[in-house]
């Protein structure tokens, strides 16, 4: 029953489905939109149709139910009448919150967090990644076990010493889960103690490892600097497991690698089960970090790598700053009859390379590895990294 239940997250995809999110003083009417839209683009990879989008203004998340009952009796009549059986929140929500709003909803409830493990279960392919990711379905699915059970609570005995069968079932479901995830570290154990072999079987050839925000374009970048074919995408998360490439720019070999996309809000229990893909990065000399130069906000989902990379300790790496799709870049000019001032004033991709030049405290270029633009450059730039970094290591070598 306990495998069923877990691997529900990853097959049942629902057709389609409302998103919910909040607005609070810490994350403004613009964010939470910009939040939704990443969470619709997260159910269109997950296979799931984003329908219409429910926000609501609060001092911060219901305790109880995320949202309030008014905003909930709202979404529950909209479901009613469109015939739609799934909400997805863009927050992770707690076992009550969950419990509350199925009981008031009476539908099918996904937050931010079971959806990105649907994401992962679905694009995992060899066993390293199927494992990392079952463990983290199995760690969000504990203490979750109760919602599975409430229909069985209701029939508990009225003594002190009796305990209804629903108990039971999860003290028995409880014991299953904690054994699954113990089994699960052992495995991912085995397979680290053997990638940490293959990792020290490379020679001491200099590593490069690109990092970024999930669909920026690293896996193409991969592919032109490399000359493979690494499955890319226009979604998130296509790639997961980590590729290791051996490159070679102008008669220098180094190693690149490839590894799985962050996003804001990714659930801790996969930053956990991923930390040992990521060691990649962390035994990285220098880490290619790309950005979406195109995307409005590129700015934060810089700040969200560089959260991240300091949770897995990489984030006082020497960095290189590729600034890609700079053929997507565009810009409104200002309009002088304006008599409001916008939020944040346009600018053309000359000033924002310029700016990025004078204030990165690392070396960055601005390339579009679609259109082929700046690679050369690139390539140029990464031969003068590794030639630096090799001088220095074998000062000697002629």
């Known amino acids: 029953m306990i495998e069923k239940k877990t691997y529900a997250i990853a097959n049942a995809a629902p057709e389609k489905a409302v998103l919910a999110g909040i607005i609070t003083p810490e994350q403004d009417e613009r964010k939470s939109a910009e939040y939704l839209e990443e969470l619709a683009f997260l159910a269109e990879t997950a296979g799931i149709v984003a329908g219409k989008r429910f926000t609501q203004r609060l001092e911060h998340a219901h305790p109880k139910t995320y949202v309030g009952s008014g905003k909930l009796q709202e979404i529950k009549a909209y479901l009613q009448a469109q015939e739609i059986c799934t909400v997805i929140f863009d927050d992770e929500l707690t076992p009550s919150q969950l419990r509350n709003i199925e009981r008031e909803l009476e539908c099918s409830i996904l937050d931010r967090t079971a959806l990105i493990l649907t994401i992962f279960a679905q694009r995992a392919k060899t066993a390293y990644a199927k494992t990392q990711v079952e463990l983290a379905q199995y760690q969000y699915l504990l203490p979750r076990l109760t919602r599975m059970w409430t229909h069985l609570e209701r029939q508990r005995g009225g003594g002190v010493t009796m305990r209804g069968p629903g108990e039971t079932q999860i003290e028995t479901d409880r014991r299953i889960v904690l054994t699954k995830i113990a089994l699960l570290k052992e495995q991912l154990k085995k397979i680290d103690r053997q990638m940490a072999s293959q990792r020290g079987n490379r020679g001491h050839l200099v590593r490069l490892s690109l990092v970024g925000y999930t669909n920026v374009g690293k896996s193409?970048?991969?592919?032109?600097?490399?000359?493979?074919?690494?499955?890319?995408?226009?979604?998130?998360?296509?790639?997961?497991?980590?590729?290791?490439?051996?490159v070679v720019v102008g008669n220098t070999p180094f190693l690149l690698s490839d590894t799985v996309g962050f996003i804001r809000k990714l659930p801790h229990q996969l930053v956990e089960s991923f930390k040992s893909t990521l060691d990649e990065v962390r035994e990285a000399d220098v880490l290619m970090h790309v950005v979406d130069i195109s995307h409005p906000n590129f700015e934060e989902q810089i700040n969200v790598v560089n959260q991240t990379l300091q949770e897995i300790g990489a984030k006082d790496k020497p960095a290189y700053m590729v600034f890609n799709k700079m053929d997507a870049y565009s810009f409104a000019e200002p309009d002088p009859f304006e008599v409001l001032p916008v939020e944040k004033p346009p600018v053309s991709l000359s000033e924002l390379q310029k700016t990025w030049m004078d204030k990165a405290h690392s070396p960055s270029i601005f390339i579009s590895a679609k259109e082929k633009i700046n690679v050369e450059k690139l390539r140029a730039d990464i031969f003068h990294i590794v030639s630096e970094i090799q001088a220095g290591r074998y000062p000697f070598r002629e």
């Open 220 to 246: 193409t970048i991969m592919n032109l600097l490399s000359k493979s074919e690494v499955f890319a995408e226009n979604k998130l998360f296509a790639t997961l497991d980590t590729t290791v490439r051996k």
